[in-house]
């Protein structure tokens, strides 16, 4: 093997990332709790150099290096680009809801950054073993990140339930992952996808293989009938851990869908768009259905998350490159609504005491008009109301789907999503027209207030001018 075969040129930023992440590590062990604020500027100084080295990379293409391994494309650039801005800002929204938990450990965003590089390993896959490795870097983190406050017993239910079951779809994947290697010879996603055309009477093992690793990639991603682990984990998880799984690792999830259905295994399309529509309708239904007998809002937003990892689906499984670009679209834009809505969370939190419940929205406009107003239109982006951008996400997945002559799917999809309008007008009626039951003040540091009122308000930009996210997804494909 040469250095030319390796090329780490390729995996600069993930190598930069790594190294920072254990001088972290260190550096934490060594200074006091009242210095952990150089731990916090350490990480994101961290996520900057990476999203830095990022932006140097030349795009010549697509380079494969490590023997086959690793992919780096456009694809992988820009969704690496979002995870690093993602994460950041959840680092930032974290920072006093930690301090005011006593939880404000250096531990928290050096599993944080761990987290990262799995995710951004998983983005450029280009085998099994590398996703499968990246996938598992990125779980083990979120494990111990759900668990992270110790001495909550919520915390450590949810931490044992995600584990669990998390061991279980880690099997699914790596014996699905198995019966595709033993038939094919190959580890490589491309020289898979060669195989696959050439199979004959192996097909059919093939097939069987991708059944469990769909079980899988279902279960990572929280599609109905594996997202039995959403509600219980987004709940028990103190709010900026559910923050933090709730966004960038969407994005990581759909390129490892990307990578394995599309890039692996395209000739099997037939064969996986099936079971995908089975997903997505019953993600759809079940998400919005339940989403609305949900009193606490982390768990609303669970369920939600449910509803939309089904349109994400849906836009996969029509299976043309402009259906990819709307789906990955789609993942941005959702990612980016979960941000601002968990950090509002965080925004109306104190110590001891957690605003998490519906209730504790009641009045909200009395108290700040401003976060209000944030608030409702997230809520109206969620539910795809126009002039926010999650209009135009879910239009662009139902035109795709009406172009495919799948009327009767775009009509459940839509069905679904008149109901899923109920729960999210409730927030607002809840700010707008009830009676105020909390009258503490909001406090939180003006960073974050600055930030979350960008995030939000982006949000509104983009439903107004959805165009140049629109392209940049649209060329990718």
Same mark, same amino acid.
């Given at each position: 093997?040469?250095?030319?075969? $390796?090329?780490?040129? +390729?995996? /600069?930023?993930?190598?930069? !990332? #790594?190294? %920072? @992440?254990?001088?972290?590590?260190? *550096?934490?062990?060594?200074?006091?709790?009242?210095?952990?604020?150089?731990?916090?500027? $350490?990480?994101?100084? +961290?996520? /900057?150099?990476?999203?830095? !080295? #990022?932006? %140097? @990379?030349?795009?010549?293409?697509? *380079?494969?290096?490590?023997?086959?391994?690793?992919?780096?494309?456009?694809?992988?650039?820009?969704?690496?680009?979002?995870? /690093?801005?993602?994460?950041?800002?959840?680092?930032?929204?974290?920072?006093?809801?930690?301090?005011?938990?006593?939880?404000?450990?250096?531990?928290?965003?050096?599993?944080?950054?761990?987290?990262?590089?799995?995710?951004?390993?998983?983005?450029?896959?280009?085998?099994?073993?590398?996703?499968?490795?990246?996938?598992?870097?990125?779980?083990?983190?979120?494990?111990?990140?759900?668990?992270?406050?110790?001495?909550?017993?919520?915390?450590?239910?949810?931490?044992?339930?995600?584990?669990?079951?998390?061991?279980?779809?880690?099997?699914?994947?790596?014996?699905?992952?198995?019966?595709?290697?033993?038939?094919?010879?190959?580890?490589?996603?491309?020289?898979?996808?060669?195989?696959?055309?050439?199979?004959?009477?192996?097909?059919?093992?093939?097939?069987?293989?991708?059944?469990?690793?769909?079980?899988?990639?279902?279960?990572?991603?929280?599609?109905?009938?594996?997202?039995?682990?959403?509600?219980?984990?987004?709940?028990?998880?103190?709010?900026?851990?559910?923050?933090?799984?709730?966004?960038?690792?969407?994005?990581?999830?759909?390129?490892?869908?990307?990578?394995?259905?599309?890039?692996?295994?395209?000739?099997?399309?037939?064969?996986?768009?099936?079971?995908?529509?089975?997903?997505?309708?019953?993600?759809?239904?079940?998400?919005?259905?339940?989403?609305?007998?949900?009193?606490?809002?982390?768990?609303?937003?669970?369920?939600?998350?449910?509803?939309?990892?089904?349109?994400?689906?849906?836009?996969?499984?029509?299976?043309?490159?402009?259906?990819?670009?709307?789906?990955?679209?789609?993942?941005?834009?959702?990612?980016?609504?979960?941000?601002?809505?968990?950090?509002?969370?965080?925004?109306?939190?104190?110590?001891?005491?957690?605003?998490?419940?519906?209730?504790?929205?009641?009045?909200?406009?009395?108290?700040?008009?401003?976060?209000?107003?944030?608030?409702?239109?997230?809520?109206?982006?969620?539910?795809?109301?126009?002039?926010?951008?999650?209009?135009?996400?879910?239009?662009?997945?139902?035109?795709?789907?009406?172009?495919?002559?799948?009327?009767?799917?775009?009509?459940?999809?839509?069905?679904?999503?008149?109901?899923?309008?109920?729960?999210?007008?409730?927030?607002?009626?809840?700010?707008?027209?009830?009676?105020?039951?909390?009258?503490?003040?909001?406090?939180?540091?003006?960073?974050?207030?600055?930030?979350?009122?960008?995030?939000?308000?982006?949000?509104?930009?983009?439903?107004?001018?959805?165009?140049?996210?629109?392209?940049?997804?649209?060329?990718?494909?």
């Amino acid at each position: 093997m040469t250095l030319e075969a $390796l090329n780490y040129l +390729t995996a /600069l930023p993930e190598i930069f !990332l #790594l190294g %920072m @992440a254990c001088l972290v590590l260190v *550096v934490d062990a060594f200074i006091s709790d009242d210095k952990r604020d150089f731990s916090y500027l $350490l990480s994101q100084i +961290t996520l /900057l150099g990476t999203f830095v !080295l #990022l932006l %140097m @990379a030349p795009i010549d293409g697509r *380079v494969v290096s490590f023997n086959g391994m690793f992919v780096q494309d456009s694809l992988s650039i820009a969704l690496k680009l979002f995870i /690093l801005v993602l994460s950041l800002v959840v680092f930032l929204y974290s920072r006093d809801y930690l301090k005011d938990r006593n939880i404000f450990k250096g531990e928290y965003y050096v599993l944080g950054l761990f987290a990262v590089l799995g995710m951004m390993l998983m983005v450029s896959a280009n085998n099994l073993l590398m996703i499968y490795l990246g996938l598992e870097l990125l779980s083990l983190c979120l494990y111990a990140m759900v668990a992270f406050n110790r001495n909550n017993g919520n915390a450590s239910e949810a931490a044992m339930k995600y584990f669990v079951l998390g061991a279980i779809a880690s099997g699914m994947l790596l014996y699905g992952m198995s019966l595709l290697y033993g038939l094919t010879g190959s580890l490589v996603i491309t020289e898979i996808a060669v195989e696959i055309t050439q199979a004959g009477d192996a097909r059919i093992g093939m097939v069987f293989g991708l059944v469990f690793i769909l079980v899988a990639l279902a279960f990572k991603l929280g599609a109905v009938p594996f997202h039995m682990w959403v509600p219980d984990v987004y709940h028990g998880s103190p709010t900026a851990v559910t923050a933090f799984i709730g966004t960038a690792p969407k994005l990581a999830g759909f390129a490892m869908i990307f990578r394995l259905l599309v890039e692996g295994m395209g000739d099997l399309q037939a064969d996986w768009q099936q079971i995908l529509m089975i997903l997505a309708v019953l993600s759809m239904a079940t998400g919005n259905v339940i989403a609305i007998a949900q009193s606490n809002i982390k768990r609303m937003l669970a369920y939600s998350t449910i509803s939309h990892v089904g349109f994400i689906l849906t836009g996969i499984l029509v299976a043309t490159p402009e259906s990819y670009s709307y789906a990955m679209f789609y993942t941005i834009t959702y990612a980016m609504m979960s941000l601002a809505a968990f950090g509002i969370i965080m925004l109306l939190a104190r110590k001891g005491f957690e605003a998490d419940n519906l209730d504790d929205f009641r009045g909200l406009n009395q108290r700040s008009p401003w976060f209000a107003f944030l608030m409702m239109v997230l809520m109206l982006s969620m539910a795809g109301i126009p002039p926010t951008v999650g209009f135009w996400a879910k239009l662009a997945i139902l035109q795709m789907v009406v172009q495919m002559g799948w009327l009767w799917l775009a009509l459940i999809a839509v069905f679904f999503s008149i109901i899923g309008v109920f729960y999210y007008l409730r927030v607002i009626k809840l700010m707008y027209f009830d009676e105020v039951v909390d009258d503490q003040p909001l406090s939180c540091s003006r960073d974050m207030q600055i930030t979350l009122s960008t995030n939000a308000i982006l949000v509104l930009a983009l439903g107004l001018y959805p165009a140049g996210l629109m392209a940049l997804c649209l060329s990718i494909f």
